[in-house]
């Protein structure tokens, strides 16, 4: 797998927002939001789509959600409502290739969206 930002972020190598981290899953604030609540949720293992997951990651990628559901809550837009996105390989918008999670929240979002 290439050399990506987000790894150099777990590394520590280039500053982030940091939300949520344990030895799992790091949560930052997303330097580019396109909502008041922007934050991206990676796995620290280095999967580089949803394609390349394998099946012992099940537990892990279930955690991302966990932790996109806790970041919610304690952000305070969980009752408000919330997104979650997950791009898959360029056509869907991946331009990091270290599957992510977007949480995004703090406004109304429509569908379909525009």
């Not at 991206?40 to 991302?64: M, Q």
């Not at 056509?91 to 949480?103: K, R």
Request: proline content about 9%; some cysteine.
């Amino acid at each position: 797998m290439a050399e990506t930002v987000f790894a150099r972020i777990i590394r520590r190598e280039l500053p982030a927002q940091i939300e949520y981290e344990d030895e799992e899953v790091i949560a930052f604030r997303d330097i580019n939001p396109q909502a008041p609540v922007h934050i991206l949720v990676v796995p620290k293992k280095p999967i580089p789509t949803l394609n390349d997951a394998a099946e012992e990651d099940i537990p892990l990628l279930g955690k991302l959600l966990w932790v996109a559901r806790h970041l919610a809550q304690r952000l305070g837009i969980a009752e408000r409502g919330y997104r979650l996105v997950l791009n898959c390989n360029s056509e869907a918008g991946q331009t990091v290739f270290h599957l992510h999670l977007h949480l995004l929240g703090g406004r109304p979002f429509h569908w379909p969206p525009g």
